[in-house]
Structures are given as structure tokens and as C-alpha cells.
T-cell receptor, first 114, second 113 residues
């Protein structure tokens, strides 16, 4: 298996632009997580899905952030409009069976908003 | 909610020495404690975990110990090697299909050759 695949690896955008981050989980995994990593706050859970259904989005910082999982093999995290404080590394992770076990992380998307 | 703290934030050891990384957690309901290793430019990778029904678990050069009374758990790496240099995250969670991990902020381990 190719693991969790995220795209793009790097994204540089101007403040106010829309940004879409993409994730393909491991085939057969039914849970998907979006995390944001910064030096100040570490790894923060933004939202997670079980069987394509959002279970907890309490970590989504503002209405500017939205996430979708239209099918078992694809998820997006969208920021609109983007702001400089959104600059971070965004990770997607997937796991099998729900719960906190055996997360497999992607390599992340480094987002820079200028 | 759960709060996980790691100390120290950086740790430097000589190759061949042991390294110990400590974490504390706040929620007494937490009963699952994994450790993740993040190498530069990569996502975190699960290296070992422990559940609350055991006090210690080993896997080759790494081991994790858990003290539920004191609400702390530690990662022990013996015979450290340069490839052990990375950021290590501890995390905590309760069981259940909708449970989620709360991560510490990470510790940067440097192994000096």
C-alpha cells in the first residue's frame, strides 16, 4: 500500500485566497483525521470522520475551515479565505475500526499564507 | 478534556546512551497511550503503545512504562543511535470507537555520534 497520500506537499498562497488540501486514506481504513501542526500548539485535531461521516469537528478553528469526505477514498480540507495565521503543516491520518488505534499519517502539506 | 504534557522539550544524548522521555496526562479515564516518532519532513509514525491493564511494554530497544496512579508514562530508548534523532510525541485517549487521541507538543531527541 502507498500509505496515506496528501497533496500538494507545499502550498504558498496569498491572503484571502481559497486553499484546498487533499487526502487519500489507506484503502480499507474507515476513519480519517485532519491535524494541524504548529510550533506553538503542536498537533491539533481539526476534524475526524468515521465511515465518511464527520464525528467531531470541534477542533475546526473558524467557519473559514471546512472538510468533506465524499467517499471512502478521498477527503478535502478547505480554507476560504486564507489568512497568514493559517500557515502550518496539515496532516491527514487514517485508521481501521475507529477509535484511537494505529493512526497512519500522511507526509503532510506545508501551507504558507503570505 | 484531556491535557497531555511532555518534558523536557529537547533532549540530547550521546550515541549508545539511554534516553527517557516523560509525559503526564490529566484525564483519569484515559487508558490508551501511544508514542509516535516524527522524522524531518514526514508525518508521525506509531512506534509503540500501551494500554492501562499493563505497566510496561517492550519492543527491542524501546519500552514504555505507565503509572496510572501518578498519571504519567515514559518512553525508554536504550543503546541510542543517530537514526533515533527525531521528534517524539506521546498521546492519550480513552477506549471507544469515537475516542480521539490528544497529543503532547513533542520532544526533539538528538543523538550525538
Amino acid at each position: 500500500d502507498a500509505g496515506v497520500i496528501q497533496s500538494p506537499r507545499h502550498e504558498v498562497t496569498e491572503m484571502g485566497q481559497e486553499v484546498t488540501l487533499r487526502c487519500k486514506p489507506i484503502s480499507g481504513h474507515n476513519s480519517l483525521f485532519w491535524y494541524r501542526q504548529t510550533m506553538m500548539r503542536g498537533l491539533e485535531l481539526l476534524i475526524y470522520f468515521n465511515n465518511n461521516v464527520p464525528i467531531d469537528d470541534s477542533g475546526m478553528p473558524e467557519d473559514r475551515f471546512s472538510a468533506k469526505m465524499p467517499n471512502a477514498s478521498f477527503s478535502t480540507l478547505k480554507i476560504q479565505p486564507s489568512e497568514p495565521r493559517d500557515s502550518a503543516v496539515y496532516f491527514c491520518a487514517s485508521s481501521l475500526g475507529g477509535g484511537p488505534y494505529g493512526y497512519t499519517f500522511g507526509s503532510g502539506t506545508r501551507l504558507t499564507v503570505v | 478534556g484531556e491535557n497531555v504534557e511532555q518534558h523536557p522539550s529537547t533532549l540530547s544524548v550521546q550515541e549508545g546512551d539511554s534516553a527517557v522521555i516523560k509525559c503526564t496526562y490529566s484525564d483519569s479515564a484515559s487508558n490508551y497511550f501511544p508514542w509516535y516518532k516524527q522524522e524531518l519532513g514526514k508525518g508521525p509514525q506509531l512506534i509503540i503503545d500501551i494500554r492501562s491493564n499493563v505497566g510496561e511494554k517492550k519492543d527491542q530497544r524501546i519500552a514504555v512504562t505507565l503509572n496510572k496512579t501518578a498519571k504519567h508514562f515514559s518512553l525508554h530508548i536504550t543503546e541510542t543511535q543517530p537514526e533515533d534523532s527525531a521528534v517524539y510525541f506521546c498521546a492519550a485517549s480513552s477506549y471507544g470507537a469515537n475516542s480521539k487521541l490528544t497529543f503532547g507538543k513533542g520532544i526533539t531527541l538528538s543523538v550525538r555520534p
